[in-house]
């Protein structure tokens, strides 16, 4: 195997979130149109400036990216649109840093969002894959809650995880997501409360699920040298990894993409778990957060009950980790979702997180994790971002 | 343990009737595969022609080596259970009206991990027998059973659902006078039926066999129904339509004669007359107040049998004319199946070889006892399977006609 490309000389920049709101009469082109704005005015740029873009979406149909150019009046010549759900952020980054390395684009604009109406949620689901079709919704659950409850069931059976674990998680996140002025979620939230919650498909109870709501998230991707020139912080890819459909003969998911390529992604990038001050996972259930422990190194296989006993989640402890609130207390907007980690991973590496700044953050670890089709999650990603000079 | 299914509770005349919803119905083209085998209670999966791997959920390639030819073959339906959830929520009308509900992933020896419904009387962990049943959008879906049956099994909600089960239900037989008809009410009460209504098309004709035989049990009821009358059909709807849950049409006019030979039409005619548009009548006077009534509590309408024949598929010429009418019944259950799918009635058509009753005296044997065709379709509709061949000459030549439609032809016609 060759070895890979370093993404020295490549950096990104302007964090955007448009805040969030639980219902929205609009249109997803709306919510990307606002993120691609917000994105332009924050670097100080013309529209025209931006000669490539990447977009995340369930919403746009019958628009892809296409479309959405011809409705936003841009004319790039770099365009893709990625449909990895969770993972899309990390794949939007590693897509969009090659291109601006190998001059294919200067300055690209990565942009998620969806809308969400009362009855998107329904129709989201009922499109969403052939195998979901065919072998996982005539049994019941209208929607993932069922496909994550089999995975809960079985991690729990096999390596010892409480809903006590579980809740510890959920609790960090409610008070990382206290002091984000955009989290949907602003009441606080003990482990008594998670404990007793309303059960939806057991052993997930309401505080395990996801609340579906309308945003959207964006960052750029350009050169140092670019960055520097427009005076912007901008943020360093140590490495990246990405993965689908990995290890298709488990029977059920209990380990994801991560643990195919943990050990070349740490190597590119030269660093190790250790050096890590903060992780963003993606949180659509909290079964997936172990899984993701444990497949980035942080714990052995079956060890992160243990490991969550240990630390401390909060923005203050021993383990930083979703310091908006993940999308359990922030929301899911959609694709946005996948994008959540990232953007707050470039706010902490640019000293831009306001209350929720980790003090001293040099390394952050985002994960990504997307597309549960049939039973299992396909797409996973990952990325370590260093702050940059500026 | 599953608890005995109890008689339902009477029901109250001013509340309103729950309407039928449906569980998820789209599937990919390919998966019909499932359907198929469903639809005669059997457990196939494909299977790669090059590497024997079974396929789950249906492929169009197969998914180890990318071998372009996939097999529906009959495999070994043995797993164990891995994971399991209740669901106690769900976004999908259909099973929110029916929660809770327990599925899980099930490790298949045959090689897959599929998702399947989840029977009560499974342990959590323990081995599993699975099976593919149809579901009210007559759609296959998979149900981990017990290794054994359990007592009670079938009386699980889950089951319910998908079975056709005439325990604790009414049910009316078109024919009663006839072997079949008979044969078939007796079994539909050992079955558990708690009304049989048998038609009877000629009243004014004493029959001591047959009013000893209704006499016989409190549970059957006489009624008057000549299929051939509109009139006669409208007016027995009107009075036990809101009571019918399963109705099997057995009402048949069966002659030998060709088409050639015949002096006229006339016996054509009276053939066509009972068996296709009697059928017809019937689902128009009938058809409506069973779909009303398809969710109607834990013993809804569920069912419509139609007797139909091997010869609906293949013409025998000495009954030539019989045989078109057959064909055209099929026909009409066709339209049948899907006119009465949106309330998730099944349509249960059976095909039998000759039957050993008068009307078939000449047929040589082997023919069918009446008692054996009842039971065949009472199995039929506990299992909730929706084609059904019964007796050796019905399968052997559907056999044939998969394998040479043209033979058959040429050697039914000699």
């Given at each position: 195997m060759r070895s890979r490309q370093s993404y020295d000389g490549v950096v990104a920049a302007v964090p955007v979130t448009v805040p969030y709101e639980r219902y929205s009469t609009h249109a997803a082109h709306w919510w990307l149109g606002h993120a691609l704005a917000a994105l332009i005015r924050g670097a100080g740029?013309?529209?025209?400036?931006?000669d490539g873009v990447c977009v995340s979406s369930f919403t746009l149909g019958p628009d892809t990216a296409v479309g959405l150019m011809q409705h936003l009046g841009m004319s790039p010549r770099w365009l893709d649109h990625i449909p990895?759900?969770?993972a899309s952020g990390v794949v939007a980054l590693r897509r969009s840093a090659r291109a601006v390395q190998a001059g294919d684009a200067e300055l690209v604009a990565c942009i998620a969002g969806d809308t969400n109406h009362v009855d998107s949620f329904r129709h989201t689901v009922s499109q969403f894959s052939r195998f979901a079709q065919d072998a996982v919704y005539p049994y019941g659950a209208g929607g993932p809650n069922a496909s994550f409850a089999l995975l809960t069931d079985y991690y729990m059976r096999e390596f010892g995880a409480t809903r006590e674990d579980f809740g510890k998680l959920c609790v960090a996140q409610r008070d990382n997501a206290l002091r984000n002025p955009h989290a949907l979620m602003k009441k606080p939230m003990t482990l008594a409360q998670y404990l007793a919650a309303r059960p939806i498909a057991d052993p997930i109870h309401l505080f395990d699920c996801v609340m579906p709501c309308a945003g959207a998230e964006g960052f750029l991707v350009m050169t140092e040298e670019r960055a520097r020139d427009l005076k912007l912080p901008s943020v360093r890819i140590r490495s990246t990894i990405e993965r689908h459909n990995a290890f298709p003969d488990d029977p059920i998911q209990f380990r994801g993409g991560w643990a195919m390529d943990r050990d070349a992604f740490y190597a590119h990038a030269d660093l190790t778990p250790a050096d890590v001050d903060f992780i963003e996972t993606y949180d659509d259930y909290p079964v997936i957060n172990m899984l993701q422990f444990e497949d980035l190194g942080f714990c052995a296989k079956g060890e992160a009950p243990a490991f969550v006993r240990q630390q401390d989640f909060t923005i203050d402890g021993s383990f930083p980790f979703n310091t908006s609130g993940g999308q359990l207390s922030v929301g899911q907007a959609g694709a946005a979702g996948g994008y959540l980690g990232l953007v707050q991973a470039l706010r902490q590496l640019t000293g831009?997180?306001?209350?929720?700044q980790v003090a001293e953050a040099r390394i952050g670890l985002v994960s990504g994790f997307g597309m549960i089709n049939y039973d299992r999650g396909l797409c996973s990603g990952a990325a370590l971002l260093e702050r940059g000079d500026a | 343990m599953t608890d005995a299914l109890g008689k339902p509770p009477k029901k109250n005349p001013v509340a309103r009737t729950r309407l039928p919803t449906l569980p998820p119905a789209s599937r990919s083209r390919t998966a019909l595969g499932l359907t198929r085998a469903a639809a005669e209670g059997r457990f196939e999966m494909q299977v790669c022609a090059d590497c024997g791997a079974v396929q789950y959920p249906p492929r169009e390639v197969c998914g180890a080596c990318l071998g372009g030819w996939l097999e529906w073959r009959e495999i070994p339906n043995g797993g164990t259970l891995i994971a399991t959830t209740t669901l106690r929520h769900s976004n999908d009308p259909y099973f929110r009206e029916r929660l809770p509900w327990r599925i899980g992933t099930v490790k298949m020896d045959a090689g897959p991990a599929v998702v399947a419904h989840v029977h009560e009387d499974c342990g959590d962990t323990a081995r599993v027998r699975l099976a593919l049943k149809l579901d009210r959008s007559g759609q296959a879906v998979l149900h981990a059973l017990p290794p054994e049956d359990t007592p009670n099994m079938n009386d699980a909600a889950s089951l319910r659902e998908c079975h056709c089960h005439p325990k604790h239900r009414r049910v009316l037989v078109t024919d009663g006078r006839a072997a079949v008809g008979r044969a078939l009410a007796k079994a539909l009460l050992d079955a558990g039926a708690t009304t049989v209504f048998v038609g009877d098309a000629t009243p004014w004709k004493a029959d001591a066999a047959f009013d000893a035989f209704v006499a016989s049990d409190p549970r059957l009821q006489a009624v008057e129904l000549d299929v051939t009358d509109t009139d006669s059909v409208t007016r027995l709807a009107a009075s036990i339509g809101g009571k019918v849950e399963i109705l099997i049409n057995t009402a048949e006019h069966r002659r030998d004669g060709g088409v050639?030979?015949?002096?006229?039409v006339g016996t054509a005619r009276d053939a066509l007359e009972v068996n296709v548009l009697g059928s017809m009548r019937l689902a128009q006077a009938f058809g409506p107040a069973m779909c009303f009534r398809a969710a109607d509590g834990t013993h809804g309408a569920v069912a419509w049998v139609n007797l139909l024949s091997i010869h609906a598929l293949a013409a025998l010429p000495s009954a030539g004319a019989w045989s078109a009418s057959k064909a055209a019944a099929l026909s009409v259950a066709q339209t049948l199946r899907a006119e009465f799918r949106g309330a998730g009635i099944r349509v249960l058509n059976v095909f039998p070889g000759p039957i050993d009753d008068e009307w078939e005296q000449?047929?040589?044997?082997p023919k069918l006892a009446p008692a054996a065709l009842a039971q065949a379709i009472v199995r039929a509709l506990q299992q909730g399977i929706e084609d059904l061949y019964v007796g050796d000459v019905a399968e052997e030549l559907r056999a044939r006609l998969r394998d040479n439609h043209k033979a058959v032809e040429r050697e039914l016609g000699g």
């Open positions: 740029l013309a529209k025209a400036d931006i990895m759900g969770g831009t997180a306001g209350a929720m | 050639i030979g015949a002096r006229d000449l047929a040589p044997p």
